[in-house]
């Protein structure tokens, strides 16, 4: 069955912030999902010159293989999302805002200049180890302990951040006009736009894991 995040009149712009590896396939086939992000899947589809079909059955296969990788007992699937996602964010984002900002420096007055991309990651930065800490800190054992739906108000308040977590993303994308390289882009340059798609795509793949399997399971405890 075809999740309904994935109807033909879903914004490519949400696919791409929810659903882990969309901004991979979107990247491919050409299709911008930040400035415009505004179209519709079925008219993204038309625009790349693709099947409607074809395509949502490539973002469907994402969203099974996501419930499939995602262990079965719940504490080992928070054990994951902090190894996994949590300190790899942690570790990736202070080398990139260091990148960012060489680059920034270097190249500021470039055309393609990812203008305001080291404030940017910084925000996303700070935001995200607060929100990370906090999972760790009380949201995790809560879960744990097996809270159930007292839940409720602290996981509709973790949802309200992954947006804005989601806003950063989509400010990153378009600083860096989709993550394209300039032609002979150096090599801090290069590195920094795939470490960012790496990241990103880490992010989605973050959020998507919390809001579709952990999050409602703790719910249902
Ligand atoms: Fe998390
Ligand atoms: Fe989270």
Known sequence: MTDPLLSPETAVRDIAAKLPGA???FRDADISFCCGGGLSLREAAAQAGLELAALTGRLQALIDRAAEDAPQDTQGLIGHIMERY???HREELNFLVQLANRVEMVHGDHDEAP???TEAL??????LDAH???EESVLFPAILSGAGALLAE???VMNEEHTGTTDLLRRIEHVTHGLA?????CGSWTALYTGLRKLCDDVVAHIHLEETILFPRALAA
């Open 132 to 134: 990370m800490s906090k």
């Open 181 to 185: 390289l300039p032609v002979g882009a």
């Open 86 to 88: 949590h300190a790899t």
């Open 23 to 25: 901004a991979g396939i």
């Open 154 to 156: 602290p996981l509709r």
């Open 115 to 117: 203008l305001g991309l």
């Open 122 to 127: 910084i925000a996303l930065r700070d935001d």
